[in-house]
């Protein structure tokens, strides 16, 4: 009797022992449960909380910002129209050194094509020259020649305006120029007119004179004189006037109409 309560007292006592353990591992998941959901609202309060901050934080700054410079919504709208606009001038400037640049090649190649000409043109002056002396030289083994009147022309240039060209030549031993005076005379009839020569001769071999004047209302020339005196030598020659036309004479020894 004293053994089986025993042995029941011991298996009652094993089963109170059993379930207070399942209560307590229950009580415990229960409250890691509710402190697991507490530290997740806790997390997501903070984190909204931050973000709030971050955006409240960026606006006051970018309001502020806004109102320290006094910038508006105008005031950015024109500043992004400016860029825009300097953006377009700044492709126009590539542009045009783009095509600067293009130009400059272009111009290089030319610059040496006309280099080439010019050597060539050179060379060819250099032959004339030397072909030019050697005509001088040996003109001047026969004795050369004294001043002559090469060539006489006329051209007109606008209206009632005229142009002459008067081609002196001579060939000497002597190297120092001839010095004297041109003049160049206009005759109707009885009527002279003077045509005004600002060059002097200065002739050596070859020498041009040039000038222009304006032909007096009304009067037409039959004749023009042209009259060079130089070293003790005067050359006076009368060519007819061709109206509308430059008058020449001939390339040769000229043959006067008159002369006096």
């Known amino acids: 009797m004293n053994d089986q309560q025993v042995s029941d007292s011991q298996t009652g006592e094993k089963s109170l022992s059993a379930e207070p353990p399942k209560k307590v591992l229950h009580a415990v998941k229960h409250h890691w449960f509710k402190q697991t959901e507490r530290e997740r609202l806790f997390i997501t309060a903070g984190t909204l909380l931050v973000l709030s901050g971050l955006w409240l934080g960026y606006f006051v700054g970018h309001r502020q910002g806004m109102s320290v410079v006094g910038a508006s919504l105008s005031d950015l709208s024109k500043l992004n129209a400016q860029i825009e606009q300097q953006q377009a001038t700044i492709d126009t400037l590539n542009h045009t050194l783009a095509n600067t640049v293009q130009e400059r090649d272009i111009a290089l190649t030319t610059s040496k094509g006309l280099t080439d000409s010019m050597a060539q043109q050179t060379a060819d002056r250099a032959l004339a020259d030397s072909r030019l002396q050697a005509y001088r ?8 020649f004294e001043m002559a009147l090469q060539k006489m022309e006329v051209v007109p240039v606008a209206q009632n305006s005229y142009e002459f060209h008067v081609d002196l030549m001579q060939l000497r031993q002597k190297t120092a ?10 005759i109707q009839g009885s009527n002279v007119v003077n ?21 007096p209302a009304g009067f037409t020339p039959e004749f023009v004189e042209v009259e060079a005196s130089a070293g003790g030598q005067t050359i006076l020659q ?7 036309a430059p008058i020449q004479a001939p390339t040769q020894s000229p043959s006067p109409v008159a002369s006096s």
């Open 137 to 144: 030289d040996r003109l001047l083994a026969f004795g050369g």
């Open 238 to 244: 009368r060519f007819a006037w061709e109206r509308g």
């Open 177 to 186: 120029p001839l010095r004297g005076t041109l003049a160049i005379r206009l």
């Open 195 to 215: 045509v005004p020569v600002t060059d002097v001769i200065k002739l050596t071999d070859f020498q041009r004179v040039k000038g222009r004047w304006n032909m």
